[in-house]
């Protein structure tokens, strides 16, 4: 069992940055798959990104390619998700999940992702 709880959310302007930071319980965090969601209202929840056991293998949303990075400190049991050039549709609660701990591969079908966190708000104003 993996509880995860995300911080960091808040309000930020257009071309801002935020860190958001997921802290998960459990001594087995580093065999862990871990990523983030997130969903805006009426929308479905979209993937965002996702990190391997030892952070060398990553994968982003399309909409995030360039701006955002994932990463993690197992000695932490912490993942984080670096948000640059933040944009108003960047807006929605963020999610982070977690996945395994049977395999290393990271994909972004959120319905195999076991556990999920309370999510964060993120605001992005015009």
């Known amino acids: 069992q993996v509880q995860l709880v995300e911080s960091g959310g808040g309000l930020v302007q257009a071309g801002g940055s935020l860190r958001l930071s997921c802290a998960a319980s459990?001594?087995?965090?580093?065999?862990?798959?871990m990523g983030w969601f997130r969903q805006a209202p009426g929308k479905e929840r979209e993937f965002v990104a996702g990190?391997?056991?030892?952070?060398?293998?990553?994968l982003y949303g399309d909409s995030v390619k360039g701006r955002f990075t994932i990463s993690r400190a197992n000695a932490k049991n912490t993942v984080y998700l670096q948000m640059n050039s933040l944009k108003p549709e960047d807006t929605a609660v963020y999610y982070c999940?977690?996945?395994?701990?049977?395999?290393?591969?990271?994909?972004?079908?959120?319905?195999?992702?076991?556990?999920w966190g309370q999510g964060t708000q993120v605001t992005v104003s015009s």
């Open positions: 999940a977690a996945k395994g701990p049977y395999s290393d591969y990271v994909n972004d079908r959120a319905h195999e992702y076991d556990f």
């Open positions: 459990g001594r087995t965090f580093s065999s862990y798959v």
């Open positions: 990190t391997g056991w030892s952070g060398g293998n990553t």
